[in-house]
Every structure is written in C-alpha cells, then in structure tokens.
C-alpha cells in the first residue's frame, strides 16, 4: 500500500505509533476532526523546515516498515517559530479573537443548570452573532477570497470548508433547540459548536495561516487586501461594533 499518498487518519489508524510520533512533535492529527490530508503533506502543512521534515519522515517510515522505534526515546523538535502575519491574514486572526469571546459566550449558556427565557434570548443573540459575524463577515472572506487563492484540491483547504460546514450545522441545530425550547439540545448544538471552533481557529492560526503566508507573494497579498476592504465594505462595519457592544455588555 503507498502510504504517502494516504490520508493521515488511515495512516494513525493502520500505525498508532504514527500518531502518538507526531503528538511529539507538535501535530495531533489523531484528534484533527477530518484528517484527509495526505501523510506525504502532513509537515508541509504544519510547517516543518526541511531539516526536521527528513528526521520526522525517517521516524514514520520505521515505524511503517516495522522497526521497533521506542517513542519515550524521541526527543521533540525544536519549536518552530511563531510566524508573522501581513496586514490582511492579521485581520483574519483578529477576526478570531472576536469569535473566541462568542465562543465563550456560548459555552457560559451551555454550562448552565437551567436554560430560562433570558438564557434562550441570549441563545438567539449568540445565534445571530454567529451567523453574521463568525460566518458572513469572517468565514466568508475565507472562502470568497483566500481559499481561493491555493489549489483547488488543496486537503487544508478542503478540511477547512468542511469544517465551516459542521459548524453550520450545529448553529442550525441551536437555532431550532431556542425556537423549540429544548435545553438539552441547545445545550448539546453549543458545546459542539464551541468545541469544533476552537480547535478549527487553532488551526487556522497555527497551521493554515501561516502557510498561506509562505505560499503567498506580496502581490497576491496586496490584492487580497483590497479584497477584504471591499468586502467589508459590502457589508458595513455595523455588524463589528454590534458584535462588540453585545460582548462587553454581556462580559463576554
């Protein structure tokens, strides 16, 4: 079988000690929630300098090939630098911060004992929120504009869209748990909601991003700038300052 050319979930599962390798080093594609990108792939996406690629790669093909590597024996790389952003990929990491106090939010509502009329209102804020602000105002700059801009086929990409989607599957399902009133379902729409966005926005700022930034030119970024600007434009700066008033009022 030509494991290269194999996504790394097939891979983790047909040789745990492959996932339990890259926990080590930094990359837990075991808990990554699609995991379609090839292990080929797998430490350009994360980022690995060519040096550390050859060392990680000689490790997976022991364990592939049968040797008995002894994981409590492998030392961690050296931690790869924090990358720096141009202004429009800083935008999108701002933009996470914002969706990580809504994040919050959601999680306070789905931690309560009692879901009453003011935590269901709330919900339906926290709902609306999402929507217009995580989604159309950030999400869509994403797939309107940078995702665009890699290969079609890219798995990073793909995994990410996929990933938009999931999330707009359990803001649907608490929007219809607030119509219907059923706490148990709200409370289990936001928890999923909560958990998936936190670890996609890790990603993103930890892995995608900073790849599109090796893989952009400072032409391409420019002109994704003016993207962005345009875009926000389209849709005013209302829904920002509304998202930042509802935050602080509700100390989010």
């Known amino acids: 079988m030509d494991y290269y050319n194999t996504a790394i979930k097939a891979v983790i599962q047909a040789f745990p000690k492959v996932g339990g390798l890259l926990v080590i080093h930094g990359v837990d594609c075991a808990t990554c929630s699609v995991g379609t990108c090839l292990l080929k792939d797998v430490l350009d996406v994360h980022n690995f300098p060519e ?19 002894d994981l409590s024996s492998v030392e961690p790389l050296k931690e790869r630098k924090s990358a720096v952003f141009s202004a429009p990929v800083q935008q999108l990491v701002d933009e996470h911060k914002n969706i990580l106090r809504l994040l919050n939010l959601a999680q306070y509502i789905a931690d309560k004992r009692q879901i009453d009329d003011a935590m269901l209102e709330l919900s339906r804020q926290v709902v609306f929120y999402v929507r ?44 219809e748990s607030v119509d219907s009133r059923s706490a148990d379902r709200l409370r289990q729409a936001l928890c999923s909601y909560a958990e998936l966005l936190h670890e996609h926005i890790r990603k993103e700022d930890k892995i995608l991003y900073p790849w599109f930034e090796n893989f952009l030119s400072s032409p391409d970024k420019e002109e994704m700038q003016k993207e962005f600007e345009a875009a926000d434009n389209m849709l005013g700066d209302e829904i920002v300052s509304s998202l930042m008033q509802f935050l602080d009022d509700n100390y989010a």
């Open 132 to 175: 217009n602000y995580a989604d159309k105002h950030h999400h869509a700059k994403e797939e309107n504009i940078l995702f665009l801009k890699a290969d079609p086929d890219n798995q990073m990409v793909e995994a990410m869209l996929a990933e938009h989607e999931m999330a707009r599957g359990f803001i649907q399902q608490a929007s």
């Open 51 to 69: 040096e550390q690629k050859k060392t990680v790669m000689s490790q997976i093909e022991s364990i592939i090939n049968g040797e008995d590597l």
